[in-house]
């Protein structure tokens, strides 16, 4: 995308030409997003070291006890669904959701009252510690239009999460009908191998899609996670235009992904106790910084903070570590929301510079 | 056909007994022409649907589709949509067959690599080997079947693997259908709603017919063209109204049945094809109500 410059070798045409472009680019590309991700709780039974989210029984060592309202979260559903490049998906996490199951039901049946399409959940599966139990809350949930299961579960778990709970989850899961998708985290010296072996064999074959991948050394696994045993990636060049999900943290604040980015100050773009999730969605859809960081990457940020001195380097594990790492720091956050800020002002004023042509040339 | 109906056409799943019918060549292009046409994407609208398409080619074996998959797999590629294959893991490792160079030929960049009918006596070198050579070949391998064969293999403990995401499928409708048997409840959903959007697509059946979804495969009242057939697709006002309902909620129908340990089907997909059979059997006022709605 080509920044407009004041070059005096384009002519006002092309000028003209590429502010045009900038301003339909919102409607023709706007940012899409594949859900709505609640994460109405910072608070967690469990205290992993891994945690992304840092989570804990206190709530979050990031953003501390936090929570959204039931009643906060109806009005979030009903509100969201007016944003037209939001796909109809509406999912709950926490911290851990769980904790308070009756508020899970209900945010279930609203959502599926008010036409969600897609209503799914991220749990540790804790409640799970019978068999019966774990059968009714499945019942219940599905009943109240839960479709998909996502179960976070891996060597750190085992130390607060007994793993009968997560293959009582698997069964009941299948028996009443609620998919589920067994998520597994993964070091130099943790395995896939050895997550499972935890688990009932007939459990896991019951699970409906096991997936797997490595820890990425964000939130508490900064600090908890021994640096070598982490896995780096090699390339940090993709971008993640495809795969966002709206996500609101415990504490009201608006992201475009819950993959880390979300436990920041910096790429938060406002919070719903302030203002409707539409409106920020508008900004959101608008926003320079955002729209350079997901069509193009990243990796795109880099150039700007290597002007202003500060050094990425290149150990990274995928360019959601690379994100968190520029936006959970605020000096970094701060060059580049600078950096576009300008870009911004400029392009205003080049329109101020243009309308009346633009004008002359409609009315001609 | 309405942008939301045709919305849930943007992707094609050929399910090929031997090899995929030659006219599917012909038919590709004209019916993504169709989708980005009608969704306005040639116009510079809805350019997101262009996200996530997919061509997946689903066949007993591989090799005898390698001559129309070669050709397949670029044009799907050229049009936006990405290749997705299923390969089961005798097949892939046959001494014989080339499966790496098959794949790079067809640009597949999704195989979903099937243990489940592998031998006891499958060397665990050379799954190692083939999953490793994929992930290096940039082809991303979804592993279908039981866990504990993938395990075996000693293929969960491997670094290559552990340090990227994988996908597993156990598929274990065997195990579904045996805790069923055994649990002290039977198997029961009190509410219907189960959307069906992710499951639909244009599905080729082997004799070229078009079906909006796997589970109506082969139901007559719900062939919506062939290959050979004219585009548009002649969905009725009435069926586009079925589909844009089936895709937000499910059709809405449940059944208490067994479920059957071979079929492809996910398990509501077998719960919605049971009674949309017995629901257009002749005899049935409900089937009467259906085909006439149909």
């Not at chain 1, 926490?94 to 749990?123: K, N």
């Amino acid at each position: 995308m080509e920044y407009l410059s004041p070059n005096p070798s384009i002519s006002q045409d092309d000028q003209f030409d590429i502010l045009n472009e900038a301003m339909q680019l919102g409607s023709l590309m706007p940012v899409t997003y594949q859900g709505l991700v609640v994460e109405n709780t910072s608070a967690c039974n469990a205290k992993c070291r891994m945690c992304y989210q840092a989570a804990g029984p206190t709530g979050s060592d990031i953003l501390g006890k936090a929570s959204l309202s039931p009643e906060q979260v109806e009005i979030l559903l009903a509100d969201a669904l007016h944003i037209p490049s939001l796909a109809r998906r509406f999912h709950l996490a926490g911290g851990e959701a769980f904790l308070r199951p009756a508020d899970c039901f209900r945010l279930f049946r609203t959502a599926r009252s008010l036409g969600y399409e897609d209503i799914t959940t991220t749990t540790n599966a804790y409640w799970a510690y019978t068999p019966n139990r774990a059968a009714a809350i499945c019942q219940e949930a599905r009943d109240a239009g839960l479709r998909r299961m996502e179960i976070s579960w891996d060597f750190w778990h085992l130390d607060h999460i007994r793993a009968d709970c997560v293959s009582n989850a698997l069964e009941a899961g299948a028996r009443f009908g609620i998919s589920t998708v067994l998520r597994i985290l993964t070091t130099q010296s943790h395995s896939i191998a050895e997550a499972l072996s935890h688990l009932r064999p007939d459990a896991l074959e019951l699970a409906t899609e096991i997936q797997s991948c490595p820890v990425f050394p964000t939130g508490r696994a900064a600090s908890e996670i021994p640096p070598d045993d982490i896995f780096y990636g090699q390339d940090l060049g993709g971008n993640c235009h495809a795969i966002l999900h709206l996500t609101v943290n415990a504490r009201g604040n608006v992201y475009p992904c819950c993959a880390g980015a979300d436990q920041t100050q910096g790429l938060s773009f406002g919070n719903i106790h302030q203002e409707s999730i539409r409106d920020i969605a508008v900004r959101m859809n608008s926003s320079r910084l955002l729209r350079t960081l997901v069509f193009f990457g990243v990796g795109a940020l880099e150039p700007i903070l290597r002007e202003h001195g500060v050094q990425l380097g290149d150990r990274f594990s995928n360019i959601c570590h690379l994100c968190w790492e520029i936006f959970s720091r605020p000096e970094r956050a701060a060059i580049v929301h600078q950096f576009f800020r300008e870009q911004e002002l400029h392009e205003a004023q080049r329109l101020e510079q243009l309308l009346p042509i633009l004008q002359s040339a409609q009315e001609s | 056909m309405t942008r939301q109906v045709l919305h849930l056409f943007r992707s094609a799943v050929v399910l090929s007994d031997d090899a995929p019918p030659a006219a599917l060549l012909a038919w590709l292009p004209r019916w993504d022409a169709l989708v980005k046409q009608n969704l306005g994407i040639l116009d510079g609208e809805n350019l997101h649907a262009l996200y996530g398409r997919a061509l997946t080619l689903l066949a007993p074996a591989l090799r005898p589709c390698a001559a129309e998959l070669s050709a397949l797999g670029p044009l799907a590629r050229e049009l936006g949509l990405s290749v997705a294959v299923n390969l089961s893991l005798a097949e892939a490792l046959s001494p014989d067959f080339d499966t790496l160079a098959l794949l790079a030929r067809a640009m597949v960049g999704t195989v979903y690599l099937d243990a489940r009918q592998a031998p006891p006596s499958t060397p665990s070198a050379d799954v190692l080997h083939l999953v490793r050579a994929l992930r290096s070949a940039g082809v991303n391998p979804a592993l279908v079947g039981p866990v504990a064969r993938w395990n075996s293999f000693g293929l969960l403990d491997e670094p290559f693997l552990n340090a990227g995401t994988v996908h597993f499928a156990p598929a274990g409708r065997a195990a579904l259908s045996s805790l069923l048997a055994s649990g002290p409840s039977p198997f029961e959903i009190r509410n219907s709603f189960d959307p069906c959007k992710e499951r639909l697509a244009v599905f080729v059946a082997p004799d070229g017919g078009l079906y909006p979804c796997h589970g109506l495969v082969g139901v007559e009242p719900f062939r919506i063209g062939s290959l050979d057939g004219e585009l548009p697709l002649h969905i009725t006002p009435r069926q586009q109204d079925l589909l844009s309902s089936w895709s937000a909620a499910g059709p809405g129908c449940l059944g208490c049945v067994e479920p059957d340990p071979d079929s492809p089907l996910p398990l509501i997909c077998e719960l919605h094809k049971a009674e949309l059979l017995a629901s257009s059997h002749p005899t049935s006022h409900a089937g009467h109500q259906t085909l006439r709605a149909l």
